[in-house]
């Protein structure tokens, strides 16, 4: 039986399914006010000092608490000089980064599947859960459109500006992941709000994060149309990303993970795992960790290949 690890790097919005926590997106005005309140003392400059300190020691999840420990902290100080939306706007576009890169760095390689869904998808809703609050920070006509039920998510989303394109993408990125654990209901559900939003990201910068929406896209594609996925179209998304970025391994990955396991190019599927594997991780090194992250993925898909691939 072959064992499909499924990464949407993609958006999704507010809907109820039952049970557990929803992704989510748009705040209320009284919402808002009650969440950006000074509620601690400390320095906010030094908190974010010491968040970014941690941050560059993210290999490690201990540090990568550290990090989201501080920021959360930071969140709740005085911004002293500087104007507090647009500094909270800053501050929850990191912390949702920080959540993202707990749950696909970190909790990924949890071994008892159950508990590794569980810590992810923890991690992936308190993601959303500041991305979400930064973009209503920052962009009030976002916001009050996603209240509206006379406005759709394409609509909406022609509200998002440039700036706003970290916070969209982490949240994205975050609601779309933790749809996938939660199942095939919970994507078809998401599927076109979260293709709205990915793509007025690409219309504002398609180079955005090592060509983040040619992943999207090149995940997208290996699922739809619905039960005939255009593969070729996959295909192009994924090499446009790797040409562009070759040395930012994820995008290797996802491509051997979404295309080349639907199509069965085994001798690609290797020359790709054993390239990533084989990469200087510090050639981009802005993203060591991720790299390194990415090679533990690869080196665990040659180690159970036929799997993959049977």
């Keep these: 039986m072959k064992r499909w690890?499924?990464?949407?790097?993609?958006?999704?919005?507010?809907?109820?399914?039952?049970?557990?926590?929803?992704p989510t997106i748009g705040v209320s005005s009284d919402d808002l006010a009650s969440r950006t309140q000074v509620t601690g003392e400390g320095d906010f400059e030094e908190a974010l000092a010491e968040a970014q300190a941690h941050w560059e020691k993210r290999d490690s999840e201990?540090?990568?608490?550290?990090?989201?420990?501080?920021?959360?902290?930071?969140?709740?100080?005085?911004?002293?000089?500087?104007?507090?939306?647009?500094?909270?706007f800053e501050v929850n576009t990191k912390i949702a980064a920080s959540y993202y890169w707990l749950a696909h760095g970190?909790?990924?390689f949890?071994?008892?599947?159950?508990?590794?869904?569980?810590?992810q998808q923890d991690a992936y809703q308190k993601c959303m859960d500041a991305g979400s609050l930064a973009l209503a920070?920052?962009?009030?006509?976002?916001?009050?459109?996603?209240?509206?039920?006379?406005?759709?998510?394409?609509?909406?989303?022609?509200?998002?500006?440039?700036?706003?394109?970290?916070?969209?993408?982490?949240?994205?990125?975050?609601?779309?992941?933790?749809a996938t654990l939660e199942g095939i209901a919970a994507?078809?559900?998401?599927?076109?709000?979260?293709?709205?939003?990915?793509?007025?990201?690409?219309?504002?910068?398609?180079?955005?994060?090592?060509?983040?929406?040619?992943?999207?896209f090149g995940v997208v594609y290996t699922k739809l149309p619905f039960m005939n996925p255009d593969l070729d179209r996959s295909e192009k998304h994924f090499r446009t990303a790797i040409q562009a970025y070759p040395n930012y391994l994820e995008s290797r990955l996802l491509y051997t993970q979404e295309t080349l396991t639907k199509t069965g190019d085994t001798k690609e599927a290797r020359k790709q795992l054993e390239a990533i594997v084989a990469a200087d991780p510090a050639a981009e090194p802005k993203v060591y960790p991720e790299n390194v992250a990415a090679q533990k993925h690869a080196q665990e898909m040659l180690d159970n290949f036929d799997e993959y691939f049977n």
């Design 187 to 216: 994507l078809l559900a998401y599927k076109d709000k979260i293709f709205e939003i990915v793509t007025r990201i690409a219309e504002l910068n398609d180079d955005f994060y090592y060509r983040a929406t040619d992943r999207y």
């Design 137 to 178: 920070l920052r962009n009030d006509k976002w916001n009050k459109a996603l209240e509206s039920k006379k406005v759709d998510m394409k609509e909406a989303a022609q509200h998002l500006e440039e700036v706003d394109i970290p916070a969209a993408y982490w949240y994205s990125t975050c609601a779309g992941k933790w």
């Design 106 to 108: 970190h909790k990924s």
């Design 5 to 22: 690890m499924i990464f949407v790097a993609g958006a999704a919005v507010a809907f109820n399914l039952a049970a557990c926590s929803k």
């Design 62 to 88: 201990e540090e990568t608490l550290k990090a989201i420990d501080a920021l959360e902290r930071a969140a709740t100080y005085d911004t002293g000089d500087r104007d507090r939306t647009e500094a909270l």
């Design 110 to 119: 949890i071994e008892s599947r159950r508990d590794r869904k569980k810590a």
